[in-house]
């Protein structure tokens, strides 16, 4: 990380990155993460070698976040966000590091950039968000890198095809955008029209959908059609409250260039029950024909770091699992405004394996945000969680 920089940031006065002027207003902010993970991954040397003995591996994330927003009469509103960071530790040495830096950040843009490559340092620079959107009284539009948040359950979203976040995401806030084109449209009231459009180098690789959604205050609901790659996908999401309870659901039907066929279906019911401050809980149940293929025919016993990014690309965009049938229960509770634990389990009906993550976070003082957690696997190798390893990370956020 750059100690200018670093020293710049934590520098910096309170209040004096804010500007009112009327019909222009403008803010700069800035966040500070840095993230310790330790688990057993496989050593890059020793995967070649032949070896598939894990070993214990540690990475240190520490990430500068310069965020600018700006808005103008209202109408006009723009967002950049840049990272700075940088990476050390033996993870940089494992298989599962040399497989991401393969498959790098997947935007059309090429917007990021290595200004460090050493055994024991990695840094770069990247854009993570870059949009402009403009609202009318009826539509909007935006262009840019941007999150495309779709689907309405907590855990799974099979409807979100541009933007997936996993349950077992250590950064579960943290995905690069879509370098995209996005319009709605409210030919009707509480009736949207949405298209999207994301393009890719490849012609073959570009993605587009196309949403109408309801949005009422007893229903939230919509319907959806794209182009994913080579594969058509239909799909539909909901969400709804029933007392005082959210009940919600996806399912999609992906039509494959192959000419097979498989479905993804989510249901998912939260309530908060007023024990104390409030017990959250959450039960979510995923049906999922989208299954972890078998290697592909011809593939070495040893295959190199590109081989293995290669089949792994495929699953990133959808959810990939190797149980068609898994639940999700999780447990929150704030003990006071300073700390909170949440409790999360996977459950692999199929295999018999199970994920549970327990997470501590802590706000010791305003502005600051503290998080020590956990994955633990249990289960056999050829089920869900089974083959995992325990990792355990601890995180500290900073915002400026």
Same mark, same amino acid.
């Given at each position: ?96 590091? *040399? ?6 950040? =997947? &935007? /059309? +843009? #090429? %917007? ?95 993605? *587009? ?6 949005? =009422? &205050? /007893? +229903? #939230? %609901? ?104 898994? &639940? ?73």
């Amino acid at each position: 990380m750059p100690r200018a920089a670093l020293c710049a940031l934590l520098a910096a006065p309170a209040g004096a990155a804010e500007l009112d002027r009327g019909d222009l207003r403008m803010e700069i902010g800035a966040e500070l993460r840095s993230l310790y993970t330790f688990t057993r991954r496989l050593d890059l040397e020793d995967f070649q070698g032949g070896s598939t003995q894990r070993s214990d591996s540690w990475l240190l994330l520490q990430r500068v976040r310069f965020d600018f927003e700006a808005t103008w009469r209202d109408q006009l509103f723009a967002e950049v966000v840049y990272d700075v960071e940088g990476r050390t530790g033996t993870g940089l040495d494992s298989l599962a590091f *040399a497989v991401g830096e393969e498959i790098g950040t =997947r &935007t /059309w +843009l #090429d %917007a990021d950039r290595v200004f460090a490559d050493h055994e024991s340092f990695h840094g770069m620079h990247l854009l993570y968000r870059g949009w402009l959107r403009y609202e009318g009284d009826s539509f909007d539009v935006t262009v840019g890198r941007q999150r495309i948040p779709l689907g309405r359950a907590r855990l799974w979203n099979p409807t979100d095809l541009f933007n997936p976040i996993f349950p077992l995401a250590i950064q579960g806030d943290q995905r690069i955008g879509q370098d995209a084109l996005l319009a709605r449209w409210e030919p009707l009231r509480s009736f949207w029209v949405m298209g999207i459009w994301a393009p890719q180098d490849d012609p073959d690789e570009h993605r *587009a959908a196309l949403r109408l959604e309801l949005v =009422r &205050t /007893w +229903l #939230d %609901a919509a319907l959806m059609v794209g182009r994913f790659q080579k594969d058509w996908v239909f799909g539909f999401d909901f969400a709804r409250n029933l007392g005082g309870a959210a009940i919600r659901g996806e399912a999609t039907l992906t039509d494959l260039e192959a000419g097979e066929r498989h479905w993804q279906a989510v249901g998912s019911l939260d309530y908060s029950f007023a024990v104390g401050n409030g017990l959250y809980t959450l039960v979510e149940h995923l049906y999922n024909e989208h299954l972890l293929p078998d290697a592909p025919p011809g593939l070495p016993v040893v295959p190199t770091v590109a081989q293995i990014a290669a089949q792994q690309v495929g699953l990133l965009d959808r959810i990939t699992t190797v149980s068609r049938n898994q &639940t999700g229960f999780q447990l929150g509770y704030e003990w006071s405004p300073l700390w909170r634990t949440d409790l999360l389990w996977l459950y692999d009906w199929e295999g018999a394996s199970l994920a549970v993550v327990p997470v501590l976070a802590l706000s010791p003082v305003d502005d600051v945000q503290l998080a020590f957690g956990a994955q633990l696997f249990l289960g056999t190798d050829d089920t869900e969680y089974g083959d995992a390893a325990n990792l355990f990370f601890a995180q500290l956020d900073i915002y400026f």
